[in-house]
T-cell receptor, first 110, second 113 residues
């Protein structure tokens, strides 16, 4: 079963705009990870943020983590058509499993 | 370096049959995890192997099993296939420590008819 929820389920923007996706989780975590999936293919790891970190950057990506609210957000700046994909957050608790959210389908229109 | 390789890419099986899926992790990665992705249930964890031992298991029936070989390659087996087993099966490899992300293969698309 899915632990978290992602919001929004679908997002459509124009190239050059910023895209923000939110994720909530239910239990204490070791870290939270974001992945991208293009059209039914494998997932690509984007960024990992540890439970003791509040913000992390990687290129055009910015991730925040609020453990008091059990939530995270992924910001993609200056989006491109190639960013069109599904984005998933996944939390890692004790043990080695990832529990994925339901995903956000991002469409970037050229 | 080579990524995670899953074979076959596509598979069509009949109800009641069994199937074996294969995953070759990134060289040096000792952890291999399997996930099932369906439109209704999303991404669900099946199990994880580390150094040939099952380290973690999800909530799937015993028809789903796996193993890992000494070279870290892993296989997943599903016996007595049901229509609901139709899904994208994803394999992910990792160094195994908590603070590393996972590298996923392209998946095996299983269709049960």
């Amino acid at each position: 079963s899915q632990q978290g929820e992602e919001d929004p389920q679908a997002l459509s923007i124009q190239e050059g705009e910023n895209a923000t996706m939110n994720c909530s989780y239910k239990t204490s975590i070791n870290n939270l990870q974001w992945y991208r999936q293009n059209s039914g293919r494998g997932l690509v790891h984007l960024i990992l943020i540890r439970s003791n970190e509040r913000e992390k950057h990687s290129g055009r990506l910015r991730v925040t983590l609020d453990t008091s609210k059990k939530s995270s957000s992924l910001l993609i700046t200056a989006s491109r058509a190639a960013d069109t994909a599904s984005y998933f957050c996944a939390d890692r608790t004790s043990g080695s499993r990832l529990t994925f959210g339901e995903g956000t389908q991002l469409t970037v229109n050229p | 370096k080579a990524g995670v390789t899953q074979t076959p890419r596509y598979l069509i099986k009949t109800r009641g049959q069994q199937v074996t899926l294969s995953c070759s992790p990134i060289s040096g990665h000792r952890s291999v995890s399997w996930y099932q992705q369906t439109p209704g249930q999303g991404l669900q964890f099946l199990f994880e192997y580390f150094s040939e031992t099952q380290r973690n298991k999800g909530n799937f029936p015993g028809r789903f099993s796996g193993r890992q070989f000494s070279n870290s390659r892993s296989e997943m087996n599903v016996s007595t296939l049901e229509l609901g087993d139709s899904a994208l099966y994803l394999c992910a490899s990792s160094l195994g420590a908590a603070d590393y992300g996972y590298t996923f293969g392209s998946g095996t698309r299983l269709t049960v008819v």
